[in-house]
């Protein structure tokens, strides 16, 4: 056929090179830029085929590796309401990657439209997002060469953050969830976050921006801002290969120190996002100068606890409820289901398995300890927050703005930063005193290069090894040692490493389990 034959002729200016196996994982394909282009292509062609199969309605590509080092990139397919792809689709993304000629990139074309039984008549509608990485206008010119090869109508909205467009495809599916532009994005944000701190002390943050794609899309919103909040944006410098480098919010999360580039005053207030600004943790210096790092869970513990209260106070009948990882701190969870008495749930990391298990909630609140997540309502819990005529109206108040500061899609540095600012206006706190809701377990998280993570699986939402077998059991005898002790290993989806992660009542005796631990692994 005519398609067929685009399809090879654009396939053969994407020559794939020899003896590379991809994984379309956790975070799409990532990994050294130079490796991705015939990748680039042939997601073109996934995207187009999601496109068809969903009945030509609008899918996103995201061009980005995140917090990885500059000369990384990466790709990912958003599904029409903004989710991350269906999971039955990664398979198909890396079958298509590690076809080994233009042939057999046309015969899955059409044997995977077949198996899904996609009408191939179907138009299809695709828009495209990326970072600021030097790769990425080539890597989206591949890209683009996919979808038109395939008879996509591509739409490229250039530089975004990830969660931008996330908002952008749900948006172009779902109008009633915003207009469909980043103008849009800003406007919604904007506008509900001015409502819920309406009355209230302007705060004054500085945010470390990684020196990406943060940064130009922080000093647009500041613009719709105005006086409602007073930014500062450090870390912006996007030309100069430095994205990601001793900055960010993975630097600080992994090292538990400020970003370079500038100074602390003391109790003011500080957050670093990822290079695609869909991470965000928070940090102040004491007046001693002691560093305090406010993470993902004390994000979930702030906002949480803040929710609850207010729809208490509001009078709804709407259950709360919590997501998190095993790489939550285990006294994050103490205060969560002791204290604040919150159900809490424990998924596989990944926020998309986070997202999923949030949907059980009226109201879910997730995030991952390095500070990406969100909060999501139920549509019976948006109705009831919007139709209510009873109840204390400032609580109501409360809840109709920040839903519409929340983004729903996906975690969103941008977003939460404003959530959590609307959150410490109302309460009129400081870093200090949302830190001091509980104190952190001591924690390590180390690295260990093996000859095969592979051989490495994981059950009960990553807390246990089935293989290598035995494995588990000399784990277990070590953490026994230990008081409140804690560990688990698990390959990483996204490096070629297997992670190990530890804690305990004190610093030595975790640090001591996490290298022991880490011993037993290599
Ligand atoms: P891996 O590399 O699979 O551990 C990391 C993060 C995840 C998640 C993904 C996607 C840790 C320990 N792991 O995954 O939580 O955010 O990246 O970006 O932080
Ligand atoms: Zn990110």
Redesign the pocket.
């Known amino acids: 056929s005519n398609v067929r034959q685009a399809i090879l002729d654009a396939s053969a200016a994407h020559p794939a090179p020899a003896g590379v196996h991809y994984t379309y994982?956790?975070?799409g394909f990532r990994m050294n830029a130079d490796l991705l282009d015939p990748v680039m292509y042939r997601v073109g062609l996934l995207a187009t085929l999601r496109s068809k199969a969903l009945g030509g309605k609008v899918i996103g590509v995201m061009v980005t590796a995140?917090?990885n080092p500059v000369r990384d990139n990466g790709v990912k397919l958003v599904d029409p309401m903004g989710e991350m792809l269906k999971q039955s689709w990664e398979g198909y993304a890396t079958q298509l990657a590690n076809a080994q000629t233009h042939e057999e990139v046309a015969d899955l074309y059409f044997s995977i439209a077949q198996e899904c039984e996609i009408d191939l008549d179907q138009s299809a509608s695709v828009v495209v997002g990326r970072d600021t990485r030097p790769s990425g206008e080539a890597l989206v010119a591949s890209l683009i060469d996919g979808l038109t090869a395939s008879g996509a109508i591509v739409t490229d909205l250039g530089l975004k953050t990830t969660p931008q467009l996330h908002f952008v495809t749900r948006c172009l599916n779902d109008p009633s969830y915003g207009t469909p532009t980043e103008e849009g994005y800003y406007q919604k944000i904007s506008d509900a976050y001015k409502t819920l701190v309406a009355g209230l002390e302007p705060l004054k943050i500085t945010v470390d921006c990684a020196h990406g794609v943060g940064a130009p899309k922080l000093r647009d919103l500041t613009t719709y801002l105005g006086d409602a909040l007073d930014v500062t944006v450090v870390n912006g410098d996007v030309e100069h290969g430095i994205l990601n480098y001793h900055v960010g919010a993975d630097f600080v999360k992994v090292n538990v120190k400020q970003p370079e580039g500038f100074d602390l005053a003391p109790n003011g207030i500080y957050c670093s996002f990822d290079g695609d600004a869909d991470?965000i943790v928070f940090y102040y210096a004491d007046e001693a100068g002691a560093f305090h790092l406010l993470d993902g869970d004390r994000i979930t513990a702030l906002v949480g606890a803040f929710i609850i209260e207010t729809v208490r106070q509001a009078g709804l009948d709407l259950q709360v409820g919590v997501v998190q990882?095993a790489?939550a701190n285990g006294n994050s969870t103490h205060y969560l289901r002791d204290s604040l008495q919150v159900p809490v749930a424990f998924t596989q990391?990944?926020?998309k398995h986070l997202h999923h298990k949030a949907e059980e909630y009226d109201i879910g609140v997730y995030f991952?300890?390095?500070g990406?997540g969100t909060v999501i309502f139920s549509t019976a819990a948006r109705n009831t927050i919007r139709n209510a005529t009873h109840g204390d109206a400032k609580a109501l108040h409360i809840l109709r703005s920040l839903i519409n500061v929340i983004n729903e899609t996906v975690g969103d540095a941008i977003s939460d930063m404003l959530v959590v600012l609307g959150v410490l206006a109302h309460r009129q706190w400081a870093l200090a005193d949302w830190d001091a809701l509980y104190k952190d377990l001591p924690s390590r998280?180390v690295k260990v290069v093996v000859g095969n993570r592979h051989a490495f699986k994981t059950i009960n939402a990553d807390t246990q090894l089935e293989e290598p077998a035995d494995l588990q059991a000399r784990i277990d005898a070590e953490v026994a040692k230990v008081s409140r002790g804690r560990s688990f290993v698990?390959p990483?989806?996204?490096?070629d490493v297997v992670?190990v992660y530890a804690e305990a009542e004190t610093r030595e005796e975790c640090d001591t389990l996490a290298y022991t631990v880490a011993g037993l692994v290599f």
Request: hydrophobic fraction near 20%; glycine fraction near 14%.
């Open positions: 994982g956790t975070a995140s917090h991470r990882t790489y990391t990944g926020v991952e300890a390095n990406h998280l698990r990483s989806g996204t490096e992670r």
